[in-house]
């Protein structure tokens, strides 16, 4: 493996993720000091010299988003005036990816204007994870690697066994059907997908399945869980409609309350979700299982810095 020159540093909101990054780089954690002024302003600046470097930032803008968000943004110009030769952002959770485009009148497109800031801001390159709408990738004018969490998932459930015709991989909704077939083609299993309708946000109720669910295991997979109504609505429904059991998958762990007590009590048998959102303590319970994307990252992490292709990391199985 070749050499990794980059400079690595982390803000507050997903350190832990930086640090497994860091050892599979071989590398330490770059003195970035974080701290805030009485008032909640962000004060923040590198404690060594990063002029003339390749500065790589990791930064979930994860919940409180907007205090996450303007640390980063405020990270990446200390960067740009401290003489970076190229910034590198990493949002593994990019938030706001959910408002890609106007559902109604009057009402903006924060995840265009996020795009924007980040770029004015001076980043030179965005690596993230699962983009809520792959589109959003068209939003940037700089290059945007939207890695993927289904291989991970995949690998996972292979090895607990679950791969045979006997696993119906379920889409929670229509937009979510291209990564349940992928994930359905992985596993040999079969495909089945949820027509619901969302009357107000973080609300939805099942209007028809698409598929045969009848005993066999449900995996539903999704991009992420928020306050986890709508996935255990869906895994309610799928059982009620004779599936065996039901595993809940998904790449993003935002888990806004009530979602653990939802899904403790739900009656899917496992919850497993990826270590792009750090899980305080009090979020996790013994159904969860978290996969890290650490070695993901770090490779094409590895890969930019050497000037690398990254294509083949989309399609690993």
Not at 8 to 25: D, P, Q, T, V
Not at 56 to 73: A, C, D, I, R
Not at 129 to 157: C, E, K, N, R
Not at 259 to 281: M, R
Request: aromatic share 6%; with cysteine; hydrophobic share 40%.
């Amino acid at each position: 493996m070749k050499h990794f020159s980059g400079r690595l540093f982390s803000g507050s909101a997903n350190k832990h993720l930086a640090e497994r990054i860091a050892r599979c780089l071989g590398v330490e954690l770059g003195n970035l000091s974080i701290s805030q002024f009485k008032d909640g302003e962000t004060n923040l600046f590198f404690k060594e010299t990063i002029r003339g470097q390749k500065v790589f930032l990791v930064q979930s803008t994860s919940y409180p988003v907007n205090e996450k968000l303007m640390e980063l943004l405020i990270a990446i110009d200390a960067a740009k005036r401290a003489s970076a030769e190229e910034i590198i952002v990493v949002i593994p959770y990019f938030g706001y990816a959910r408002q890609d485009r106007k559902s109604g009148p009057r009402e903006p497109i924060t995840a265009k204007l996020v795009a924007n800031l980040l770029t004015t801001a001076g980043a030179d390159r965005v690596i993230t994870f699962d983009l809520h709408a792959a589109q959003i990738q068209g939003f940037f004018d700089i290059p945007v690697d939207d890695m993927q969490g289904l291989p991970l998932i995949a690998s996972y459930l292979i090895r607990k066994g679950y791969k045979d015709d006997n696993i119906v991989v379920v889409s929670p909704d229509i937009g979510g059907v291209k990564r349940a077939r992928a994930l359905a083609e992985r596993l040999h299993a079969s495909l089945a997908i949820i027509d619901k309708r969302r009357p107000k946000p973080n609300v939805s109720e099942i209007m028809n399945v698409i598929g045969d669910v009848e005993g066999k295991t449900a995996i539903f997979i999704d991009d992420m869980i928020d306050t986890g109504g709508t996935i255990v609505n869906a895994v309610n429904g799928i059982l009620e409609r004779g599936a065996k059991e039901a595993i809940i998958c998904c790449t993003h762990a935002v888990f806004s309350d009530p979602a653990v007590e939802k899904l403790t009590a739900s009656k899917a048998i496992e919850i497993i979700v990826t270590d792009t959102i750090d899980l305080p303590k009090e979020k996790r319970f013994e159904k969860l299982t978290i996969l890290s994307v650490d070695k993901m990252i770090a490779e094409c992490m590895r890969r930019i810095n050497n000037k690398e292709s990254i294509s083949g990391l989309f399609n690993e199985k």
